[in-house]
């Protein structure tokens, strides 16, 4: 299932602050500057294809990933062979999380960059002395895992509480949000139907035909494998409350 990874790069050894490209990383929060500096020149930097898998279900938890440049999305797959798509991945997000478990873990879930990426890789056994050399990266882990327990927890209650269409445009929007490019059209978002479908717990059937209907009163346009969100207020307007459901 794993894609191919590109070599590591050939880095005449930069500083490591410029590594982090100007972005926020809340798993490195609380530390001092010359922390963070060691933690990040630890690391080794590995750029990766779109589509490449750097996490697999049910492998050794061997590595921790910073992403720095791109995105990327967790997945599962299921006995039936289901691709189900999780919480999506934004520079300064971590993956990999279960290698800073104490004791030896397998990964919970995948994870696959979606386009050309960057990230930081430090081995377990690295991060693993940080985590005992600096506690304020075990409270940040922690904070991290309780937001994912957040994530899921939200998604589980929408299943029961939400109609299909705000299931959707739920997941489109935040996506619009997070990894959205802007375009003199609106906000252009990498996803398939299908991928908009399994990310919002609906049929693929059921996830075009709310498409269809957006596209109809120019809420939003296709292309292929894209969307571009070009009203979000439409959108939301559209959409019909499970309480209304008949």
């Known amino acids: 299932m794993a894609g191919n990874t590109l070599p590591i790069s050939e ?17 490195l929060e609380g530390l001092t500057r010359d922390e963070i500096h060691g933690i990040l020149a630890d690391a080794d930097e590995r750029k990766f294809n ?8 049910d492998e050794p938890a061997a590595h921790v990933f910073l992403l720095t440049k791109g995105s990327g999305r967790h997945f599962y797959i299921t006995e039936g062979g289901q691709k189900v798509l999780l919480r999506w991945l934004l520079p300064g997000d971590i993956t990999g999380g279960r290698a800073l478990l104490r004791e030896p873990a397998s990964y919970l879930l995948s994870t696959e960059v979606a386009k050309n990426s960057t990230a930081l890789v430090w081995p377990r056994e690295s991060i693993q002395e940080y985590l005992r050399q600096y506690p304020k990266l075990s409270d940040n882990a922690l904070s991290l895992a309780s937001d994912y327990m957040t994530w899921f927890l939200a998604s589980h209650l929408a299943l029961i509480s939400k109609s299909a269409q705000e299931r959707v445009a739920q997941v489109l929007l935040c996506l619009t949000e997070g990894i959205g490019h802007k375009t003199l059209f609106g906000t252009e978002v990498e996803i398939t ?13 059921t996830a075009c035909r709310i498409l269809s209907g957006w596209q109809r009163i120019g809420a939003i346009s296709k292309r292929r494998g894209k969307v571009v969100v070009r ?15 008949k």
């Open 11 to 27: 880095r005449p050894e930069p500083t490591p602050w410029p590594r982090l490209h100007g972005i926020q990383c809340r798993f």
């Open 193 to 205: 139907n299908e991928e908009l479908a399994n990310a919002s717990n609906v049929t693929l059937f």
């Open 50 to 57: 779109a589509n490449t898998v750097i996490v697999n279900h």
């Open 231 to 245: 009203s979000p207020e439409r959108i939301m307007s559209s959409v019909t409350p499970l309480a209304t459901v």
